[in-house]
């Protein structure tokens, strides 16, 4: 038989906590659905540029889409705010 550890937060910061996720997963859903969006309306934009366009437009429809995909990557891996549950915490005070 194991013994329970006591619990090591209240009920509020429980309750808290729980509000802070949701906000921040609906806050990723966000970003994810306009990220998607732009990027997708962009490409596509520079794809059909790249393929239809006088040369002018083709050749900055390639730089463009290289650029793009250069910042898409470079964001999505930079990102450090996985580990945040959103919010001020405790360890925080004064923001």
Known sequence: MTIPLPATTT????LTAVGQRHINAMWERTQQIIA??????????CAFLLVKGPPDLRTA??????TLVGVVLTFYFQRTNHTKTGGVGPHEPGR
């Open 61 to 66: 429809a390639f730089s463009l889409m290289s």
């Open 36 to 45: 998607v969006m732009v990027t997708t309306v962009t490409m596509s934009s």
């Open 11 to 14: 009920v509020q910061r429980d």
